[in-house]
């Protein structure tokens, strides 16, 4: 028994002598303490983690204030509408019977100004009979429409009252870089004054290529409910209305998308100074990508646009731009792609001058062009190419307004639409190409469309197109 207790007893000094060198001559202090020129205790710091310069990531972002400051600026809104049907044949041919259904749509707005005015989607208004929309403090209004823009989607309403509204500054979203964190604030499935995060994945993105939309995409969470809302930056600047989401089943999947603030900004100015929105036009277009003809032509992969039209008359042409030239810049905007051209063009009014810098025979060449109002486009979802009358096609045709068709899908062909004047869609009256970019902005993929038609010599006809 004594001789086990001897074992033990040198054991546990050989353990202690071994440690006390261990320490004394290998181990490196893991703290350090500061010396004070008074009697005060030291300093100590007892971390023995060493961390790293750039701080801790996610954590030094700050939400808050971005997220106080835009809850308070976002809506919820309320669009009602009344949809009619007939319930039998005799319904159709005597007009009595008809059963009017009522429907409430919901989605997000931004209060842009202290007095009321609120910009959203225009696919959230879209064809209402009362709108209505609610504070953040539960308070709710009635509110009008002031105008809308189909093909941005965007849509100005206002709501009257006393006192003096919190509202966004919209931010430059031309600034906005890729990887940037943002927030997107709104009412998903009729949750209110809900917050999301995410960073900016892409900029310039087109959804469709029928259109020349221009998105900022996201990875932020937006649902059905978030149309309308805000996107903001760290800042708490409005750099984006959220618009869209990218899923099979309508609901967030990954990827959300926004339309740039700078867009949004120009379209409500437009709308408040002159009614509409005016769309400036550089006159040119550009070679399809991804065809077998870009592929053996050598330009599927051209970094830039390469310009395959040019438009006579238009600033393009005056500035003496040339086919087969690589729009590379415009102003201070990078030009990757078309869509990168076409959202800066977006923000541009007629008569705006830019600086477009072109590659040509291996040299880099800036012409300055003069924008103009256009003259032809090619209008969404059915693909028309429309032209504004001339006086000599006024007289042609017997009439004071409408657009010429001058080109045609092959999908229309057969229906007779080259050379026909449009005069109405539905029930909108077509005066020029504005108009007809906004009425066939609007159609629905899913309703039928009343085209009126003129023929030489005034002739009318309607065409029904579901």
Same mark, same amino acid.
């Given at each position: 028994?004594?001789?086990?207790?001897?074992?033990?007893?040198?054991?546990?000094?050989?353990?202690?002598?071994?440690?006390?060198?261990?320490?004394?001559?290998?181990?490196?202090?893991?703290?350090?303490?500061?010396?004070?020129?008074?009697?005060?205790?030291?300093?100590?710091?007892?971390?023995?983690?060493?961390?790293?310069?750039?701080?801790?990531?996610?954590?030094?972002?700050?939400?808050?204030?971005?997220?106080?400051?835009?809850?308070?600026?976002?809506?919820?809104?309320?669009? +009602?509408? +009344?949809?009619?049907?007939?319930?039998?044949? #005799?319904?159709?041919?005597?007009?009595?019977?008809?059963?009017?259904?009522?429907?409430?749509?919901?989605?997000?707005?931004?209060?842009?100004?202290?007095?009321?005015?609120?910009?959203?989607?225009?696919?959230?208004?879209?064809?209402?009979?009362?709108?209505?929309?609610?504070?953040?403090?539960?308070?709710?209004?009635?509110?009008?429409?002031?105008?809308?823009?189909?093909?941005?989607?965007?849509?100005?309403?206002?709501?009257?009252?006393?006192?003096?509204?919190?509202?966004?500054?919209?931010?430059?979203?031309?600034?906005?870089?890729?990887?940037?964190?943002?927030?997107?604030?709104?009412?998903?499935?009729?949750?209110?004054?809900?917050?999301?995060?995410?960073?900016?994945?892409?900029?310039?993105?087109?959804?469709?290529?029928?259109?020349?939309?221009?998105?900022?995409?996201?990875?932020?969470?937006?649902?059905?409910?978030?149309?309308?809302?805000?996107?903001?930056?760290?800042?708490?600047?409005?750099?984006?209305?959220?618009?869209?989401?990218?899923?099979?089943?309508?609901?967030?999947?990954?990827?959300? #998308?926004?339309?740039?603030?700078?867009?949004?900004?120009?379209?409500?100015?437009?709308?408040?100074?002159?009614?509409?929105?005016?769309?400036?036009?550089?006159?040119?277009?550009?070679?399809?990508?991804?065809?077998?003809?870009?592929?053996?032509?050598?330009?599927?992969?051209?970094?830039?646009?390469?310009?395959?039209?040019?438009?006579?008359?238009?600033?393009?042409?005056?500035?003496?731009?040339?086919?087969?030239?690589?729009?590379?810049?415009?102003?201070?905007?990078?030009?990757?792609?078309?869509?990168?051209?076409?959202?800066?063009?977006?923000?541009?009014?007629?008569?705006?001058?830019?600086?477009?810098?072109?590659?040509?025979?291996?040299?880099?060449?800036?012409?300055?062009?003069?924008?103009?109002?256009?003259?032809?486009?090619?209008?969404?979802?059915?693909?028309?190419?429309?032209?504004?009358?001339?006086?000599?096609?006024?007289?042609?045709?017997?009439?004071?307004?409408?657009?010429?068709?001058?080109?045609?899908?092959?999908?229309?062909?057969?229906?007779?639409?080259?050379?026909?004047?449009?005069?109405?869609?539905?029930?909108?009256?077509?005066?020029?190409?504005?108009?007809?970019?906004?009425?066939?902005?609007?159609?629905?993929?899913?309703?039928?469309?009343?085209?009126?038609?003129?023929?030489?010599?005034?002739?009318?006809?309607?065409?029904?197109?579901?």
């Amino acid at each position: 028994m004594k001789r086990i207790g001897s074992l033990l007893l040198v054991s546990i000094f050989s353990g202690a002598i071994t440690l006390g060198a261990y320490k004394f001559f290998f181990e490196k202090t893991g703290f350090a303490i500061v010396s004070t020129s008074d009697n005060s205790h030291p300093v100590v710091s007892t971390s023995y983690t060493p961390t790293s310069a750039k701080g801790a990531g996610i954590n030094e972002v700050d939400f808050t204030n971005a997220a106080e400051t835009t809850v308070n600026s976002v809506v919820h809104v309320k669009n +009602l509408t +009344l949809n009619k049907r007939r319930t039998s044949v #005799f319904d159709f041919f005597y007009g009595y019977g008809e059963t009017v259904t009522p429907q409430v749509g919901m989605g997000s707005g931004v209060i842009i100004s202290q007095d009321g005015y609120i910009v959203t989607n225009n696919h959230v208004i879209a064809n209402a009979t009362q709108l209505q929309v609610t504070l953040n403090n539960n308070r709710t209004y009635e509110a009008e429409l002031v105008g809308t823009d189909p093909n941005s989607d965007i849509a100005l309403i206002k709501i009257d009252t006393d006192e003096k509204l919190p509202y966004l500054a919209f931010g430059d979203s031309d600034n906005t870089k890729i990887g940037e964190w943002v927030l997107a604030v709104g009412n998903p499935f009729n949750l209110t004054s809900t917050v999301t995060a995410g960073i900016v994945s892409a900029k310039a993105r087109s959804l469709d290529t029928r259109s020349n939309q221009s998105f900022i995409q996201t990875d932020a969470a937006v649902n059905p409910g978030n149309s309308g809302g805000a996107l903001v930056n760290t800042n708490g600047d409005l750099i984006g209305i959220n618009t869209a989401i990218s899923s099979q089943t309508g609901s967030y999947v990954g990827y959300s #998308f926004a339309v740039p603030s700078n867009i949004a900004k120009k379209v409500v100015n437009d709308i408040i100074e002159y009614g509409n929105v005016r769309k400036a036009f550089m006159g040119i277009r550009p070679a399809p990508v991804n065809t077998r003809d870009a592929v053996e032509r050598g330009i599927n992969n051209i970094d830039g646009v390469y310009v395959e039209y040019i438009e006579e008359e238009s600033g393009a042409f005056e500035a003496g731009m040339e086919l087969g030239d690589i729009i590379k810049k415009v102003d201070d905007i990078y030009v990757h792609k078309y869509p990168d051209l076409t959202g800066y063009l977006s923000t541009k009014r007629p008569n705006d001058t830019i600086n477009v810098t072109v590659r040509r025979d291996e040299e880099e060449i800036v012409l300055p062009i003069i924008l103009k109002e256009r003259q032809q486009l090619i209008v969404p979802e059915m693909g028309m190419e429309v032209r504004n009358l001339t006086e000599a096609d006024k007289k042609r045709y017997r009439t004071k307004y409408g657009v010429k068709i001058i080109g045609v899908p092959e999908r229309y062909r057969g229906y007779g639409l080259e050379g026909k004047v449009i005069v109405r869609v539905d029930d909108k009256d077509i005066k020029n190409i504005s108009d007809a970019d906004t009425a066939f902005g609007a159609i629905s993929r899913y309703g039928k469309t009343i085209i009126t038609l003129l023929s030489k010599g005034g002739e009318k006809e309607r065409l029904i197109f579901q």
